[in-house]
């Protein structure tokens, strides 16, 4: 790099920052994420469906089982899931609903009450004298405004609302799509002839999975700011000790009801 050029990292840092570009993403509003919910079905699905697998390799049961039982997790729990996080994103704007509901009413019968919140509220964040006045002023002339600010600092809800449908969606795809990945190499193995069969398949499977779980990881970090090895390493541990326990489960009913 030559001397006195600007960094790349620091010359995209203030374009970011320049006033029209700052005034643009504010008038966007906030970005709703779902990566929550993409993980969480990944994750999941991978899991649930690595443990079927784990569980029918542990009690030495046939491999057609895996398949059958693995298609009917993928679908089956996964719209389960996705159905939980439709219910469970509604439930969040319902409460949001009502809450917005008591403020409006608190506002119209007791103002004084709830300028004083908005007082104290601003006062803890280090306001005071005609400066802390002049915020309530302006946040108290505006009921919209002033009620979403009763929203986030006295109830701790987000500015905006995200799509249950979008929540679900993230979720049902995440845990379909990722999850199959444990049920792949015995597909493979079943539309192949049998003089082509794979060897082992349960230990190709543990590999797929555990890149599955470690893909899933490393790319969350790119939006959580983590160290993509580290978090990576990290699902993957996780995903490993539940595909253990599976397995073990698997192997000591099988020994028991061999006996």
């Not at 979008?166 to 049902?172: E, I, N, P, W």
Request: hydrophobic share 45%; with cysteine.
């Amino acid at each position: 790099m030559e001397e006195g050029l600007p960094d790349p990292a620091l010359a995209e840092l203030e374009r970011l920052h320049s006033t029209e570009a700052i005034q643009a993403r504010l008038e966007r509003g906030p970005h709703e994420s779902y990566l929550r919910d993409w993980v969480y079905g990944a994750v999941d699905g991978t899991v649930t469906t690595f443990a079927i697998v784990a569980g029918v390799a542990g009690a030495e049961l046939s491999p057609s089982i895996v398949i059958v039982l693995g298609f009917a997790n993928l679908f089956g729990d996964g719209f389960s899931m996705a159905a939980g996080n439709f219910l469970g994103t509604r439930s969040e704007q319902a409460l949001r609903r009502r809450h917005v509901k008591i403020e409006r009413e608190h506002i119209r019968l007791h103002p004084q009450g709830e300028r004083e919140e908005v007082r104290q509220i601003f006062a803890r964040k280090g306001f005071d004298g005609p400066e802390l006045e002049s915020i309530v002023a302006r946040i108290t002339a505006d009921h919209e405004r002033w009620i979403e600010t009763m929203l986030q600092e006295e109830h701790g809800l987000a500015r905006s609302e995200r799509s249950p449908m979008r929540a679900a969606a993230s979720t049902f795809f995440a845990f379909v799509l990722v999850g199959f990945v444990p049920l792949l190499v015995y597909v493979c193995d079943a539309l192949l002839p049998e003089d082509r069969s794979v060897a082992r398949p349960f230990l190709w499977s543990s590999i797929l999975t555990a890149l599955a779980f470690f893909g899933v990881g490393a790319s969350k970090s790119r939006f959580v700011g983590e160290r993509w090895w580290v978090s990576g390493a990290e699902t993957t541990a996780v995903g490993g000790l539940a595909a253990a326990i599976a397995y073990a489960v698997g192997a000591l009913l099988r020994g028991v009801f061999a006996a």
